[in-house]
DNA sequence: GTAGTTAATTAAGCCGCTTAATAAAGTAGG
DNA sequence: CCTACTTTATTAAGCGGCTTAATTAACTAC
């Protein structure tokens, strides 16, 4: 099998991919500063999982910690940093009250698509390379690998 | 461009699965626990990056931080455990005596081997349903990507 | 209304990483 | 040879993102 080989290139690279992701961006910080936002705005990739939930509709806490795989209490974090920064508001779910709706600040939707348009600015450049067909095989992959790996192996019941 | 797309749904899963890669494995641990190793051996990414470098010989910490795209002090650290749990061990370098060479502990390296493998297996299962073609595809892009993102965008002489 | 469940938060702590400071060894020019 | 500079690794201090356990508040059911 060929595939030995890319086994252990694969092990090499995501880490490295990873550490990349998440180190801050300068430049980032200069599009979020140009417009009202303070300046110290780190954006992790949390965050800009949960911007783009959002552009899907509101979601509840629970719903956002399950999309992006982690703890409620992460999630409540993650949450708590974009609304300190007037990126998106908490509202109660008037059929549940315990639940708590996370959406965009009203005309914050806009913004949020042009920060996390830095970081997509990224991929595309480095995903140039790529034919059509490769990039969505290599989606497919990331699919893949993303369910294998996130699924927890509860089972035994 | 059809890509629009695909960019969200990979900066939604990358993070996804870089939290499910980094946590620890129960079956993992049980591979090692079976062979003379301390029970408590965590064994992260980094680590198993480190193991992996290796294979192809001897690094220097520096070549090892370089390779894996951290800094020295974390390295050093990384290193720091994998000798502490006996799988390798820091010789000096003759030639220069400030470099640290890292290398297996003799025998070791089969025992390296199989840990990793366990992480392998985990990546096989997950690629199953790709072909050949797509597997390529897969590495092509994350390579395209660690490059991108990891080089760090250091020039302005 | 009491008991049990579910959603979110708070609290405490771990892990992996970073930068800054230090120690030790090599290099070069007077 | 000794001074000044560079390079390699380590130590120290601190931060961010995550986890589990404990708490609070709201819903459900009998």
Avoid: C, N
Wanted: net charge negative.
């Amino acid at each position: 099998m060929d595939r030995e080989r890319l086994l252990d290139e694969i092990l090499m690279l995501l880490p490295v991919l990873w550490r990349g992701v998440g180190r801050p961006d300068p430049v980032e910080m200069g599009e979020i500063a140009s417009r009202g936002i303070p300046v110290d705005a780190h954006v992790s990739p949390g965050h800009v999982q949960i911007l783009i939930a959002l552009s899907r509709g509101p979601h509840s806490l629970g719903q956002l910690a399950e999309d992006l795989g982690v703890s409620r209490p992460a999630a409540t974090q993650l949450v708590d940093k974009l609304v300190e920064h007037g990126m998106v508001e908490r509202r109660q779910d008037p059929a549940d009250r315990r639940v708590v709706l996370v959406d965009y600040v009203p005309g914050m939707q806009d913004i949020a698509r042009r920060i996390t348009e830095s970081r997509r600015r990224r991929l595309v450049v480095a995903m140039e390379p790529l034919t059509d067909e490769e990039a969505r095989a290599f989606a497919k992959g990331l699919r893949l690998l993303a369910e294998g790996f996130g699924a927890a192996p509860v089972e035994e019941s």
